[in-house]
Nanobody, 124 residues
Framework: EVQLVESGGGLVQPGGSLRLSCVASGCAFSILAMGWFRQAPGKEREFVAAMSRFAGITAYGDSMKGRVTISRDNAKNTLFLQMNALRTEDTAVYYC?????????????????WGQGTQVTVSS
């Protein structure tokens, strides 16, 4: 079992930046590839970025590519998402997810554990 707790969301103006964090706890052997997803009202959950625990392999979704950077601190079991040049359409709940495999995946169905999410609102 893995527990995930996100933080760092909030209200930001268009063009601004935010850094999300996700702390994982529980079975260390299950904290492998981790990712960020987002879900806006009335829309499906969307892949943002993911990173493997070993080898630092990353993948980015098309909607935020070039504006976000994923990173992690394995010693602290913490995943980060640096978001820049935010747009109003980036408003959503952002979720952290973990899978019990080191392979990076883009589909939400491939992830085993999820956090509660953190709200990001981009508005002037």
């Amino acid at each position: 079992e893995v527990q995930l707790v996100e933080s760092g969301g909030g209200l930001v103006q268009p063009g601004g930046s935010l850094r999300l964090s996700c702390v994982a706890s529980g079975c260390a052997f299950s904290i492998l590839a981790m990712g960020w997803f987002r879900q806006a009202p009335g829309k499906e959950r969307e892949f943002v970025a993911a990173m493997s625990r070993f080898a630092g392999i990353t993948a980015y979704g098309d909607s935020m590519k070039g504006r976000v950077t994923i990173s992690r601190d394995n010693a602290k079991n913490t995943l980060f998402l640096q978001m820049n040049a935010l747009r109003t359409e980036d408003t959503a709940v952002y979720y952290c997810a973990d899978r019990t495999s080191n392979t990076v995946e883009r589909s939400p169905s491939m992830y085993d554990f999820w956090g509660q999410g953190t709200q990001v609102t981009v508005s002037s």
